[in-house]
């Protein structure tokens, strides 16, 4: 079993629906959890960060975190074509300084 | 203007060599790493290295060597060994142990094996 599951879509939307991106994990020495966006050819460029159960909103976009379920989303609100690109989770924990990535999950929003 | 930068862009490279992919950073700091991505897939790690003069192997490390001589900077080697090495390459550097966890990514080499 991998230590994050992700599913790799491809995912596609009309403009303006809500996303919900998803991941699952294994390890429960997960402490944070970070989410990423790469459009293509690109470096990833991090999204959203946050260390505990609960929600954190940041414009249209929402991280979620059920530590209980070991279970991580990402909501985006509005969506716009401009967010179109891959979205990989990567949780960690302090000790091992170290980020695992989720396979990365390719979504489309359509005009 | 801080940031990461690679080079080079694109690399191309004939089987049986050996060659270097450039990391710099000027965020000051600590921890640097190196990933390689498969079209399709998540991002894996080579090698990574939390102070200067020390590194550890990731979970892809055959056949890639790398050195941490500078803060700012980890070249990484693809060796002819790598028997596969056509893929994209990504360096990213965090704060570490004195600091936040987040990485920062560098805009990646792509690297083409002919």
């Known amino acids: 079993q991998k230590e994050v599951e992700q599913d790799p879509g491809p995912l596609s939307v009309p403009e303006g629906a809500i996303v919900s991106l998803n991941c699952t994990y294994s390890n429960s020495a997960f402490q944070y959890f970070m989410w990423y966006r790469q459009y293509s050819r690109k470096g990833p460029e991090l999204l959203m960060y946050t260390y505990s159960s609960g929600n954190k909103e940041d414009g249209r976009f929402t991280a979620q975190v059920d530590k209980s379920s070991k279970y991580i989303s990402l909501f985006i609100r509005d969506s716009q074509p401009s967010d179109s690109a891959t979205y990989l989770c990567a949780p960690g924990n302090q000790g091992a300084q170290k980020l695992v990535f989720g396979q990365g999950t390719r979504l489309t929003i359509n005009p | 203007d801080g940031g990461i930068t690679q080079s080079p862009k694109y690399l191309f490279r004939k089987e049986g060599q050996n060659v270097t992919l450039s990391c710099e950073q000027n965020?000051?700091?600590?921890?640097m790493y190196w990933y390689r991505q498969d079209p399709g897939q998540g991002l894996r790690l080579i090698y990574y290295s939390q102070i200067v003069n020390d590194f550890q192997k990731g979970d892809i490390a055959e056949g890639y060597s790398v050195s941490r001589e500078k803060k700012e900077s980890f070249p990484l080697t693809v060796t002819s060994a790598q028997k596969n090495p056509t893929a994209f390459y990504l360096c990213a550097s965090s704060p570490g142990t004195s600091g936040t966890n987040e990485q920062f990514f560098g805009p990646g080499t792509r690297l083409t094996v002919l």
């Open positions: 965020l000051n700091h600590d921890a």
